[in-house]
């Protein structure tokens, strides 16, 4: 079927609740974007597909949750690119709205604030970023809302797909969908890589051949970690650590080792003692101009 494009949130009302109708649907499946699709999120788009009778994705540059202004203009905007991905992934409705949709009054007085667990990693290098993100998730929860289904066959399930890659906002999502009883399941979908080990981003493509060439060191290091967790060795983070900084167009910001739900870092665990348990690997570097991110689940 040909996906549906709508803008605003009146015809998103409509057009999902016609589309539950019809297909006698009882699960919808929200799949919040910023567009520049690329594999990653039909990754995402696949999973709520396969879950969900109904399934919307929503195309939003938040402007919130920039910090600068020029980084928001530079985002990179590939509506029709993405309507033909969506749609080939089997994606019902896409929904991108103007600012003035989202916004009517302007930019929120009240707003989602991310606490402690916004403040660091990711947080701490982009102050703001992770308040502006939680409260236009929390906005684009609420539109995509089942409406109320199928008679006799209850309410239907809702639920929403979020990147692995983006690590810490998949724990705050998690976070406020629980502080705040949300209705709707959170489903975490993991990292896209290319056939080198590079964790897809719209951000790659700002890197030179140099660049992507050197950048393969993140997933490298958190290979190894990978690797020594599941053989149950000591982790050896400072080696991982070392291997990155001998990359010179590699800026690392942070690499560590934390508990997957709150992001405290585990420091017993990184060096001399054998890995037991579950965590995440976490890393961050400028690679020339372009800042990214990475993780990996560690396991035994
Ligand atoms: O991960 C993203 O693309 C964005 O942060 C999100 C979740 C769509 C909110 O703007």
């Known amino acids: 079927m040909p996906i549906k494009l709508v803008t605003t949130v009146a015809e998103l009302h409509t057009e999902s609740a016609r589309l539950l109708t019809a297909k006698a649907g009882t699960s919808q499946g929200l799949v919040p974007t910023m567009g520049a699709l690329h594999e990653g999120h039909a990754a995402l788009a696949r999973a709520a597909v396969g879950q969900n009778d109904v399934v919307v994705a929503t195309v939003f540059v938040n402007p919130l949750q920039f910090g600068d202004a020029v980084d928001l203009d530079r985002y990179p905007r590939t509506l029709d690119a993405d309507l033909a991905l969506l749609e080939a992934e089997g994606v019902d409705l896409a929904f991108a709205p103007s600012v003035e949709e989202v916004y009517p009054g302007g930019e929120p007085l009240v707003r989602i604030t991310s606490g402690r667990l916004g403040e660091k990693w990711e947080g701490a290098s982009r102050p703001g970023h992770f308040d502006g993100?939680?409260?236009?998730?929390?906005?684009?929860?609420?539109?995509?809302?089942?409406?109320a289904g199928v008679a006799g066959a209850g309410l239907p399930a809702y639920r929403a797909y979020f990147g692995q890659k983006d690590a810490q906002q998949l724990a705050l999502v998690r976070r406020m969908v629980a502080d705040l009883n949300f209705p709707v399941e959170i489903v975490g979908v993991p990292t896209v890589r290319s056939a080198d080990g590079l964790a897809l981003s719209s951000r790659n493509r700002f890197l030179s051949d140099d660049e992507r060439e050197a950048a393969l060191v993140l997933s490298r290091a958190l290979h190894l970690l990978e690797e020594r967790a599941a053989a149950r060795e000591?982790?050896?983070?400072?080696?991982?650590?070392?291997?990155?900084?001998?990359?010179?167009?590699?800026?690392?910001?942070?690499f560590d080792v934390v508990d997957p739900a709150t992001l405290e870092p585990l420091a017993e665990n990184c060096r001399e003692t054998p890995f037991r348990g579950e965590a995440l690997a976490l890393i961050a570097a400028k690679v020339g101009p372009v800042r990214l991110i990475d993780n990996v689940p560690l396991s035994s």
């Open 133 to 147: 993100a939680l409260t236009v998730v929390a906005k684009l929860l609420h539109y995509g809302l089942p409406a």
């Open 234 to 254: 000591p982790l050896d983070l400072d080696s991982a650590v070392a291997l990155v900084e001998s990359q010179p167009l590699v800026a690392l910001d942070y």
